[in-house]
């Protein structure tokens, strides 16, 4: 692919910066360069330049890298500007170069959408791509990493060519059954692979739920009745005030939430209205919110006062739960029992410490192994879901109707394609690069 347009655009942070770094990519880039710097600078190599407009104003000074394509990342060649990251000199120096006839400005995600169209990458890295860019823990980085190294294209498109494979031999084994050349039977051999594979895909995608995980954040819920100190951990867990903390039930009437970051993993704490029964208007809403946040949680924290013990009932019962004790601090607080996982004081700290690593090991129990290739989209899970359901049919198919369970592998297979971007997925391109921002 050959764009007719050059694109420009700022790919560096928010400005004021001490560097600003502007991309350049197509085909009218070494005539960008050749005029603003002057001549033409060696390739992959860091020249300082001064940098002037066509009419020979100096618009700064910086340093000027180009990578002819199509070894660069989007194929075409590539330029970038890395000059002072005032705003006046990015604005002049963007303004400048658009002025030059057939250079725009890029939209979002142009850069990586080149790099795809030009076969520099396929779907699943660039999505791993915008995971990088978007990473907030440990856990995230090195699962983008993974990804955007290939890990997971790597088996999607091995499954791919083993039915490709398999497809090939059953076909052989219809058009050329009285062949001297063609086994006598390959059929057991295919199937035997394809039921093979199906249980792969099961496991893969049963590893969804962690991927989501590593992605969204692992989700923590904070229940109890009123002036159980529901909002007062929330406090002391995010470690600044983040909700408003009184004496009066009902303070809470609304979900809070915050984010950690536990051991390299995004966990999402979120405090909820006091669960009680008689309530007015407004407080009625925020108990109904949090019944309905809890049976979407990951962990329950379940607390109870420990001077006003009072169990709550009707708890999700798929949910782990991990029940606490409050306010051991005050006189006549009860001791750790049977009733209780854990008894905290978030005015002397006793407890808070324990209890965010027993978030934290919840939390990696269900991540397992960030190493694991994992689905990282839904978009992967459904076309997965497909492939299998292809594959299924496929195995049950009778021995006589080999012509349709051949096209049952051949739908397979394109299911597997569209993760990557082997086929055709016009319609998906403005969805995943909309995603980016405008200088990547």
Not at 68 to 92: C, I, N, W, Y
Not at 119 to 141: F, M, P, S, W, Y
Not at 300 to 329: C, F, N
Request: contains cysteine; glycine residues 10%; aromatic residues 4%.
């Amino acid at each position: 692919m050959i764009s007719r347009d050059t694109i420009v655009a700022l790919s560096s942070g928010r400005l004021p910066a001490g560097v600003a770094v502007i991309r350049i990519s197509g085909p009218r880039t070494r005539f960008v360069v050749e005029t603003i710097a002057g001549t033409m600078v060696k390739p992959r190599v860091a020249s300082l330049r001064t940098l002037r407009a066509p009419d020979g104003a100096v618009l700064d000074s910086g340093l000027v890298i180009v990578f002819p394509g199509p070894d660069s990342f989007t194929g075409e060649d590539v330029a970038e500007l890395q000059v002072h990251g005032g705003r006046a000199v990015v604005g002049k120096m963007l303004e400048t170069i658009t002025d030059f006839e057939g250079v725009r400005h890029a939209e979002p995600g142009e850069f990586t959408r080149r790099a795809f169209l030009n076969g520099r990458l396929d779907l699943v890295k660039t999505e791993a791509l915008a995971d990088l860019i978007n990473a907030e823990t440990e856990a995230q980085r090195r699962f983008a990493v993974q990804n955007a190294g290939g890990a997971q294209s790597a088996l999607y498109l091995a499954w791919r060519r083993r039915l490709i494979h398999a497809r090939a031999m059953i076909e052989a084994e219809i058009d050329f059954a009285d062949e001297d050349d063609v086994p006598g039977s390959v059929s057991d051999t295919v199937w035997f692979d394809v039921r093979a594979m199906i249980d792969e895909i099961d496991r893969h995608v049963a590893g969804f739920r962690a991927a989501e995980i590593i992605r969204d954040g692992f989700e923590v819920v904070i229940l109890g009745a009123p002036n159980a100190g529901k909002s007062s951990l929330f406090n002391a867990l995010a470690r600044r005030d983040a909700a408003i903390v009184t004496d009066e039930p009902g303070t809470t009437r609304d979900l809070l939430e915050v984010v950690l970051d536990l051991e390299g993993l995004k966990v999402r704490l979120t405090d909820t209205a006091g669960l009680r029964e008689a309530a007015g208007k407004v407080e009625a809403i925020g108990i109904e919110k949090a019944k309905a946040k809890a049976h979407s949680a990951d962990l329950l924290l379940v607390l109870e006062d420990l001077l006003a013990p009072g169990e709550i009932t009707a708890l999700p019962l798929d949910v782990p739960t991990v029940r606490v004790g409050t306010k051991s601090d005050l006189p006549g607080a009860g001791q750790l029992s049977d009733r209780f996982d854990l008894i905290i004081s978030t005015v002397t700290g006793q407890g808070v410490d324990e209890l965010l690593a027993l978030i934290g090991r919840h939390a990696a129990e269900q991540v397992g192994d960030v190493g694991d290739v994992l689905p990282s989209r839904l978009r992967h899970v459904e076309l997965l879901n497909e492939t299998r359901r292809f594959l299924v049919r496929a195995v049950a198919g009778e021995p006589s109707g080999q012509e349709l369970r051949a096209e049952d592998l051949r739908l397979a297979a394109d299911r597997l394609g569209r993760i990557v971007g082997a086929v055709d997925v016009e319609d998906l391109l403005d969805v995943i690069f909309g995603q980016f921002c405008v200088g990547k």
